[in-house]
Each structure stands twice: as structure tokens, then as C-alpha cells.
């Protein structure tokens, strides 16, 4: 169950860069689901840990925030639906949900340059339009559509990570930008339905990160949306460079 009265958040992608910021900057601030592939982020675990060398029997206060760590290609069948369960039976709810998993293949030289962008529409949009979809509808039917009162109390919430792409053009991403566009009216119907059950819905929306904005604040921006109270929003992070 959760740790004390700390909010539960469930991230995927939590071993790519921003999860992995995510992770090390809350763990000790949430009980994290860290949903990931192949690499795990670089905090204590069940399924790693630290270790004082001097003293590996003595304990290590950084261990006792360990985050839940679940491997899952969440593009195949009945992916999301295992890690929505197993993070339910582990914790017991969950407050913020953190759509972060992205799939992203350039076309620098556009969409009819052969048949590439044509073999890549089904993975951008399986993954950065409808797994954030299928675990917010799984997380609401499981867990959030009859707990009204306790949503709102809990001021429970999604934040889909966007990107500047959703809303301009840049050469080669014709794919990663539509799916990204998708994503923010998604966020945006979300918001107006899960209202209903008093549980919000933003997108953030950064600009290259780390080398135009840097990963901390993208992060920052998660969970200030998980502090607020706005709904609907797709907020940008970072500045268009000159």
C-alpha cells in the first residue's frame, strides 16, 4: 500500500530522460510506478538498490523510498491493463498519472521518401495517442469513476507530456508532431469528461529537452500540475529559440 499519506504517481517512460529526472528529483515526494522497457531510472528499487561499501550490512536511508519498478512493452495487447492492476494491488490507488512514454522516428526527408513515415504512422500514434488513452480509461473504470469525492479531495490528475511539435511545423517530424497534436485534444476532451468525476487533465508541451530546455524544469512542470488546479490546459515549457 502507499507509504504514509503520499500521492501515488504513475509514470512511463521512467527510463528515458525525463522519467529518469522525474524519478531521481520525487522519489522521496511520491510512491513512484516507474513503467518502463528495457532501462530502469537510476533510483533504489525492488529491483536494485543502494549500498553503503564500508558498511553493506547497515541501512540506507535513500532505500526507503524506493520506487515500484514494471517492465512492460506497453504497445502490446493487454500491457496497460497488467500494470494499471499490479499498480493498484501494490498501492491501492493511484493520484497522478504521468503519460511519458513516446515513440519518435524522423523523416528528414519528408513523408515521400519511400514508404518509412507510411511503416511509422501506427507506432507514433499506438503509442503516443492511444496508450495514454487506454490507461486513462482503465485507470478511470478501475479506480476513479465512482470516487467523486475522493478524486476531488485528492485533487487526482493526468498530465500527458506533449511537445512543441503539436502545435508547429518542423522538417521531418510530420509523424511525432500529428501524434502530438492528437495527444493535446485528447488531454483536452479528457479533462471535459473525467470532470464529471472530479479528475483533471493537463498536457505540457516542452521544447527540445535537455538541449533547449533543461529536464529539471520539465519535470518541475509535472508536478506543479499535479499541485494546481487547472484543467484542460496544454501549457508550453521553454522558449522558441531565436
Not at 485534444?185 to 505540457?204: D, M, S
Request: charged fraction near 20%; proline fraction near 5%.
Amino acid at each position: 500500500m502507499s507509504t504514509g499519506e503520499r500521492r501515488v504517481c504513475l509514470i512511463t517512460g521512467a527510463g528515458g530522460t525525463l522519467g529518469n529526472v522525474f524519478c531521481r528529483s520525487y522519489y522521496t515526494d511520491y510512491d513512484i510506478v516507474a513503467v518502463c522497457r528495457t532501462r530502469t531510472p537510476a533510483v533504489p528499487s525492488q529491483l536494485e538498490w543502494f549500498v553503503d561499501p564500508l558498511e553493506p550490512e547497515k541501512a540506507v536511508p535513500e532505500n526507503d523510498s524506493s520506487v515500484y519498478v514494471i517492465r512492460a512493452d506497453l504497445t502490446a495487447p493487454g500491457e496497460v491493463e497488467r500494470v494499471v492492476d499490479l499498480a493498484l494491488a501494490r498501492f491501492g490507488k493511484v493520484d497522478l498519472l504521468v503519460n511519458n512514454a513516446a515513440h519518435v522516428q524522423l523523416q528528414p526527408r519528408g513523408i515521400v521518401d519511400g514508404d518509412a513515415a507510411l511503416e511509422q504512422f501506427d507506432p507514433h500514434f499506438t503509442l503516443n495517442v492511444s496508450v495514454p488513452l487506454r490507461f486513462s480509461a482503465r485507470l478511470a473504470q478501475r479506480c476513479w469513476l465512482h470516487a467523486g469525492a475522493q478524486n476531488r479531495a485528492a485533487n487526482r490528475n493526468i498530465v500527458n507530456v506533449s511537445s512543441i511539435s503539436g502545435s508547429e511545423v518542423y522538417q521531418g517530424q510530420t509523424l511525432y508532431s500529428a501524434s502530438k497534436a492528437a495527444l493535446n485534444q485528447l488531454t483536452r476532451n479528457i479533462a471535459e469528461e473525467f470532470g464529471e468525476f472530479g479528475v483533471r487533465a493537463n498536457a505540457i508541451a516542452p521544447n527540445s529537452f535537455p538541449a533547449v530546455v533543461p529536464t529539471e524544469q520539465v519535470a518541475q512542470a509535472i508536478v506543479e500540475l499535479d499541485a494546481g488546479s487547472f484543467t484542460g490546459g496544454v501549457f508550453g515549457v521553454g522558449e522558441e529559440p531565436a
